[in-house]
């Protein structure tokens, strides 16, 4: 069964349809990148799969169940959402907003479990923040959030995990660890869907690839199939060449 | 430590109460009050405590539990630490609404004045709902945007009619305007407690919610939280709570915006607890600036959210710079 499954998913904003005709699957253990320019609609499309955003047209099925007959609580027992960036108006430590990310599991009244507390540990620790837990999130940089933000996402124990551009803010040795971080979560079964702006980075977790254009998906498979020249050509208007390092690994080179 | 906060707050309530039962004046002395809480005493001091102070008292834990809650709630809700019902302008709807009450009803139908509150606090509420609704339903932005000009409309309106209206009526219509619990008595109190039971009960259910909703829609909904459900709920029951203290006891500003605050400094930021330390410090805070107000300089009684203001204040700016 697929873990996440859309058809002909269409969807945007006050009339304005930004997402069109989208069919997209995840099953356990894959990891799709979602690519294309700015506007073309991947984040629209991501808060339509999380059902965050309700869809104007088309389907979500989460593990084979529509999604609009599970509830928001339900949801978010099962599906981990990572957003962009998160507003905090008020002074949240490192460890309170990775609490948050129990809420699904918690209700209005229970208070957390051991079992909750160490769910919230471990996201902490896979994430790298072990000893910063009783920091301000705001005193942050915008990196260290975006890694807070995953955490809070992985503390729910998800079966399916959508990011937003989540390697935006790091650097280029926090973006290794969260290319592992993915890889090990796809290990464990987990189906993500992660929009990244970063072609290589796609290259290096997924294993599939979709390229969203001006709402459309104008074409999805395997990266090697995908990622040609002629893509970029026609989707960002760039010239792109593909190097194949030693050691296999493809990589994308915009000229100009 | 938030064990010894925790009992430092019900303490500070439990004491202020006892004042106010026990040292509300020069009608029943401490040892006459007692004895008339007891069911005894003579029939002069059983009116004083148990017709007067008794629903002074609980009328002022009742108001202050319910502004706290409706700030604290509103903070969290709007994603922004100055939320309170002020800023959206409810407590103004409903003292505009009571003042024109006062000037305007005859003299017999001046008990309806709550009434009058609690529909200019409910009128204004649908008017900032109203106002603030997008295409993707109502914004934080747009919310508090309708709440400031609904506010400037009842406040215009309020110095209309008190700059009209005729000298009999001036000093209750003040009165709305400055708050106070004089009006209390055993029926009001009756009639006020399910009206903030209820929104209370509802508030402290989304506890948890109000603290994702606290880091915007998108987080909220990502984490379970219906966030359409949640939003037009709190709304509603923060309204409420706001126009049932507008109603029985008038504007009473400061304890719905720094209550909410000050219990964020000593216990932390987790809204489902929270809430419930916001409605005793709220209670304990009120009951202290309503003592302070009629015994401070009697026979002369001051505004109590005057009191409150000036209690709390201090206390706030001591606890922000010791912790910032």
Same mark, same amino acid.
């Given at each position: 069964?697929?873990?996440?499954?859309?058809?002909?998913?269409?969807?945007?904003?006050?009339?304005?349809?930004?997402?069109?005709?989208?069919?997209?699957?995840?099953?356990?253990?894959?990891?799709?990148?979602?690519?294309?320019?700015?506007?073309?609609?991947?984040?629209?499309?991501?808060?339509?799969?999380?059902?965050?955003? &309700?869809?104007?047209?088309?389907?979500?099925?989460?593990?084979?169940?529509?999604?609009?007959?599970?509830?928001?609580?339900?949801?978010?027992?099962?599906?981990?959402?990572?957003?962009?960036?998160?507003?905090?108006?008020?002074?949240?430590?490192?460890?309170?907003?990775?609490?948050?990310?129990? *809420? &699904?599991?918690?209700?209005?009244?229970?208070?957390?479990? &051991?079992?909750?507390? *160490?769910?919230?540990?471990?996201? !902490?620790?896979?994430?790298?923040?072990?000893?910063?837990?009783?920091?301000?999130?705001?005193?942050?940089?915008?990196?260290?959030?975006?890694?807070?933000?995953?955490?809070?996402?992985?503390?729910?124990?998800?079966?399916?995990?959508?990011?937003?551009?989540?390697?935006?803010?790091?650097?280029?040795?926090?973006?290794?660890?969260?290319?592992?971080?993915?890889?090990?979560?796809?290990?464990?079964?987990?189906?993500? !869907?992660?929009?990244?702006?970063?072609?290589?980075?796609?290259?290096?977790?997924?294993?599939?690839?979709?390229?969203?254009?001006?709402?459309?998906?104008?074409?999805?498979?395997?990266?090697?199939?995908?990622?040609?020249?002629?893509?970029?050509?026609?989707?960002?208007?760039?010239?792109?060449?593909? !190097?194949?390092?030693?050691?296999?690994?493809?990589?994308?080179?915009?000229?100009? | 430590?938030?064990?010894?906060?925790?009992?430092?707050?019900?303490?500070?309530?439990?004491?202020?109460?006892?004042?106010?039962?026990?040292?509300?004046? /020069?009608?029943?002395?401490?040892?006459?009050?007692?004895?008339?809480?007891? +069911?005894?005493?003579?029939?002069?001091?059983?009116?004083?405590?148990?017709?007067?102070?008794?629903?002074?008292?609980?009328?002022? =834990?009742?108001? +202050?539990?319910?502004?706290?809650?409706?700030?604290?709630?509103?903070?969290?809700?709007?994603?922004?630490?100055?939320?309170?019902?002020?800023?959206?302008?409810?407590?103004?709807?409903?003292?505009?609404?009571?003042?024109?009450?006062?000037?305007?009803?005859?003299?017999?139908?001046? %008990?309806?004045? /709550?009434?009058?509150?609690?529909? +200019?606090?409910?009128?204004?509420?649908?008017?900032?709902?109203?106002?603030?609704?997008?295409?993707?339903?109502?914004?934080?932005?747009?919310?508090?945007?309708?709440?400031?000009?609904?506010?400037?409309?009842?406040?215009?309106?309020?110095?209309?009619?008190?700059? =009209?209206? /005729?000298?009999?009526?001036?000093?209750?219509?003040?009165?709305?305007?400055? %708050?106070?619990?004089?009006?209390?008595?055993?029926?009001?109190?009756?009639?006020?407690?399910?009206?903030?039971?209820? /929104?209370?009960?509802?508030?402290?259910?989304?506890?948890?919610?109000?603290?994702?909703?606290?880091? +915007?829609?998108?987080?909220?909904?990502?984490?379970?939280?219906?966030?359409?459900?949640?939003?037009?709920?709190?709304?509603?029951?923060?309204?409420?709570?706001?126009? %049932?203290?507008?109603?029985?006891?008038?504007?009473?500003?400061?304890?719905?915006? @720094?209550?909410?605050?000050?219990?964020?400094?000593?216990?932390?930021?987790?809204?489902?607890?929270?809430?419930?330390?916001?409605?005793?410090?709220?209670?304990?805070?009120?009951?202290?600036?309503?003592? @302070?107000?009629?015994?401070?300089?009697?026979?002369?009684?001051?505004?109590?959210?005057?009191?409150?203001?000036?209690?709390?204040?201090?206390?706030?700016?001591?606890?922000?710079?010791?912790?910032?």
């Amino acid at each position: 069964m697929m873990l996440l499954a859309a058809r002909a998913l269409a969807g945007g904003y006050g009339g304005a349809e930004v997402v069109r005709m989208v069919d997209l699957d995840v099953a356990e253990g894959d990891c799709v990148a979602v690519l294309g320019p700015n506007g073309a609609g991947k984040s629209t499309l991501l808060r339509l799969l999380a059902g965050i955003l &309700p869809a104007t047209s088309g389907t979500v099925e989460l593990r084979g169940r529509p999604l609009a007959s599970w509830r928001r609580r339900e949801v978010a027992q099962t599906m981990g959402f990572v957003p962009q960036s998160v507003s905090f108006a008020f002074p949240l430590t490192v460890a309170e907003v990775v609490q948050q990310g129990r *809420a &699904p599991h918690l209700g209005p009244w229970r208070p957390p479990s &051991p079992r909750d507390h *160490a769910a919230v540990a471990a996201a !902490i620790e896979r994430v790298g923040l072990v000893g910063r837990e009783h920091a301000a999130v705001q005193r942050l940089s915008g990196g260290e959030r975006q890694l807070v933000l995953l955490a809070r996402a992985l503390a729910s124990e998800p079966r399916v995990l959508l990011l937003d551009e989540p390697a935006t803010a790091l650097d280029v040795g926090h973006q290794l660890e969260l290319v592992a971080i993915l890889r090990e979560l796809t290990g464990e079964g987990v189906g993500t !869907i992660v929009v990244v702006h970063d072609w290589n980075f796609a290259l290096r977790v997924a294993n599939r690839v979709a390229v969203l254009h001006h709402g459309w998906l104008h074409a999805a498979g395997s990266a090697a199939q995908v990622l040609r020249p002629d893509l970029f050509r026609e989707v960002f208007g760039v010239e792109v060449e593909l !190097i194949e390092r030693p050691d296999g690994v493809p990589v994308l080179v915009p000229h100009g | 430590m938030r064990r010894a906060a925790d009992a430092t707050l019900v303490l500070v309530l439990l004491l202020a109460s006892a004042a106010a039962l026990l040292a509300g004046g /020069p009608a029943a002395t401490p040892a006459e009050a007692l004895a008339a809480l007891a +069911g005894g005493g003579s029939p002069e001091a059983h009116a004083v405590v148990v017709g007067l102070r008794l629903p002074r008292l609980l009328l002022g =834990i009742g108001v +202050g539990a319910a502004l706290a809650l409706a700030g604290a709630a509103l903070q969290s809700l709007l994603g922004n630490p100055l939320g309170d019902p002020f800023l959206l302008g409810i407590s103004g709807g409903g003292a505009a609404a009571a003042t024109a009450a006062f000037v305007l009803l005859p003299a017999a139908a001046l %008990g309806l004045v /709550p009434a009058a509150a609690m529909a +200019g606090a409910a009128g204004a509420t649908a008017l900032v709902w109203w106002m603030a609704r997008g295409p993707l339903g109502p914004s934080s932005t747009r919310m508090i945007l309708a709440g400031v000009a609904v506010n400037a409309a009842a406040s215009a309106a309020i110095l209309t009619i008190l700059s =009209i209206a /005729p000298s009999p009526r001036l000093p209750g219509a003040l009165a709305v305007t400055m %708050g106070s619990l004089a009006s209390a008595s055993g029926a009001a109190v009756a009639w006020l407690a399910p009206y903030l039971v209820v /929104p209370a009960f509802v508030l402290l259910l989304h506890g948890r919610d109000l603290g994702l909703l606290a880091t +915007g829609e998108e987080s909220a909904a990502a984490l379970g939280v219906e966030v359409g459900t949640v939003r037009r709920r709190v709304f509603l029951a923060a309204a409420a709570l706001s126009g %049932g203290a507008v109603a029985f006891a008038g504007v009473i500003g400061f304890v719905g915006l @720094v209550t909410p605050h000050l219990c964020r400094l000593v216990w932390g930021q987790s809204t489902r607890r929270l809430l419930p330390r916001a409605a005793v410090a709220g209670a304990a805070l009120m009951v202290l600036g309503d003592l @302070v107000a009629h015994r401070a300089l009697a026979p002369a009684e001051l505004p109590v959210g005057v009191v409150t203001a000036l209690l709390g204040v201090p206390f706030f700016v001591v606890l922000l710079r010791r912790t910032s």
